[in-house]
Structures are given as C-alpha cells and as structure tokens.
C-alpha cells in the first residue's frame, strides 16, 4: 500500500484546511486508516482513525481535536480525509496519513500502522 498526502499549508489561527490522503496499490487489503502529526521535537501523536470499509463507520479522534477535525473517506476515489477547522497554533505539525491491514485493528497507535504516508505540513499562526 502506498499513501500520498497532501493538502498541508500556512493558515491563521480560527481558519480551516482539508487534508487528502490517496492510497494506491492493494488499497483494498486496508482494513483501518488514519492521521498522526508530529510537531516539532515531540513524538508523533495519533489525531483521528476511521475504518476503511463498511457502511458509517465509527470514527475516533483524540481529545484535543474532537469538535474541530473530522475525518472522512472516499472509497471510490481512494482517498481519506482530514477536515481541520478552527485551528489553533497548537495543531501546528507535520501530519501523516496511515493505514494497517490488520483485521479488526483501529489505528490509534504508531505501533499499528503499517502503512505510512509522507507527511505534509501545517502551520498555524497566531
């Protein structure tokens, strides 16, 4: 599985960006994806997970973005969402898409994932 994301940028602090990830290559065998950022000098931190198939999926978001972030897929198309709104200059990072084929496994941990994107960049200012 290959991921490509894409969508990162410079915004003001209260604005909004949309991030896509395209997976490609044996997608199919994907059974959970998800998004992880990594801001400067902390570890990577998972940020929100959906499953890839199925109906409405449950989705999963940590704390700090739940109210703010929605993920979001587009299985025709391949391609999984992160929509950021109200973003703060806290959400400042490098954000990574991920998967796993692992059944029944949810991608809440770097440790699951065992596909990974390569990263984009948002910046919030203040």
């Known amino acids: 599985v290959q991921l490509q994301a894409s969508g990162g940028g410079l915004v003001q602090a209260g604005g909004s960006l949309r991030l896509a990830c395209t997976a490609s290559e044996r997608a199919d065998s994907m059974y959970s994806v998800g998004w992880f950022r990594q801001a400067p000098g902390k570890e990577r931190e998972f940020v929100a997970a959906i499953r890839w198939r199925g109906g409405t999926p449950p989705t999963y978001y940590t704390d700090s973005v739940k109210g703010r972030f929605t993920i979001s897929r587009d299985n025709a198309k391949n391609t999984l969402y992160l929509q950021m709104n109200s973003l703060k200059p806290e959400d400042t990072a490098v954000y990574y898409c991920?998967?796993?084929?692992?059944?029944?496994?949810?991608?809440?941990?770097?440790?699951?994932?065992?596909?990974w994107g390569q990263g984009t960049l948002v910046t919030v200012s203040s």
């Open positions: 991920a998967a796993t084929s692992r059944w029944a496994v949810i991608l809440t941990t770097t440790q699951e994932a065992q596909y």
